[in-house]
């Protein structure tokens, strides 16, 4: 998933924030493109993936929770039990959440930073990188402040990734991971 924000009166900062990860490819990816971003971990699978946590927060990457409760009460104590987890198994905490639309707002009263998605950027199986790349930066609207790109961390995100980040370079986007406090 990524952040976006204007330059100069154009759109200016974009960075990718990952849901799940099949193998570390996207991790590599990002790497060798000298780039952070935010990735979303179910909050009730994180014990399960404590190794890839450390290597995720090892490399300047930031982690939230993802949470999609049936309703709002469910989605709390999704939220609690994965900061907890987070704390005891990565030692960091965190108020990024992903959560259901209809929950946000309620949860951002009680102090989550939720993800407002601007353009799903999930490729589809075999889509050309190119022709992906220009479809999402289409889809980010022309005058826009700043845009949340979500993409997942799977094969084909890791395989048109960087496609698209150099496509975002030269439009003049800036790429940057999205701090809590600015989404």
């Given at each position: 998933?990524?952040?976006?924000?204007?330059?100069?009166?154009?759109?200016?900062?974009?960075?990718?924030?990952?849901?799940?990860?099949?193998?570390?490819?996207?991790?590599?990816?990002?790497?060798?493109?000298?780039?952070?971003?935010?990735f979303?971990?179910?909050?009730?699978?994180?014990?399960?993936?404590?190794?890839?946590?450390?290597r995720?927060?090892?490399?300047?990457?930031?982690?939230?929770?993802?949470?999609?409760?049936?309703?709002?009460?469910?989605?709390?104590?999704?939220?609690?039990?994965?900061?907890?987890?987070?704390?005891?198994?990565?030692y960091?905490?965190?108020?990024?959440?992903?959560?259901?639309?209809?929950?946000?707002?309620?949860?951002?009263?009680?102090?989550?930073?939720?993800?407002?998605?601007?353009?799903?950027?999930?490729?589809?199986?075999?889509?050309?990188?190119?022709?992906?790349?220009?479809?999402?930066?289409?889809?980010?609207?022309?005058?826009?402040?700043?845009?949340?790109?979500?993409?997942?961390?799977?094969?084909?995100?890791?395989?048109?990734?960087?496609?698209?980040?150099?496509?975002?370079?030269?439009?003049?986007?800036?790429?940057?991971?999205?701090?809590?406090?600015?989404?």
């Amino acid at each position: 998933k990524a952040a976006q924000t204007p330059h100069n009166g154009n759109p200016a900062s974009q960075s990718p924030a990952c849901l799940g990860i099949e193998n570390g490819s996207i991790l590599d990816v990002l790497e060798d493109n000298n780039r952070a971003v935010v990735f979303f971990f179910p909050a009730d699978g994180l014990e399960r993936q404590d190794d890839l946590l450390y290597r995720i927060l090892g490399s300047g990457h930031s982690v939230g929770l993802l949470a999609e409760g049936s309703t709002l009460a469910a989605t709390r104590q999704l939220l609690e039990e994965g900061g907890r987890t987070l704390e005891r198994v990565g030692y960091t905490r965190t108020t990024l959440a992903m959560v259901p639309e209809s929950q946000r707002s309620a949860l951002e009263a009680e102090g989550w930073v939720c993800w407002d998605e601007t353009v799903s950027a999930i490729p589809e199986a075999g889509a050309g990188a190119s022709s992906h790349a220009n479809a999402v930066i289409r889809a980010i609207p022309s005058r826009s402040q700043r845009a949340y790109i979500t993409l997942d961390a799977g094969s084909e995100s890791a395989r048109v990734l960087p496609t698209l980040l150099t496509r975002l370079e030269a439009r003049s986007y800036a790429v940057s991971v999205p701090l809590e406090t600015r989404l």
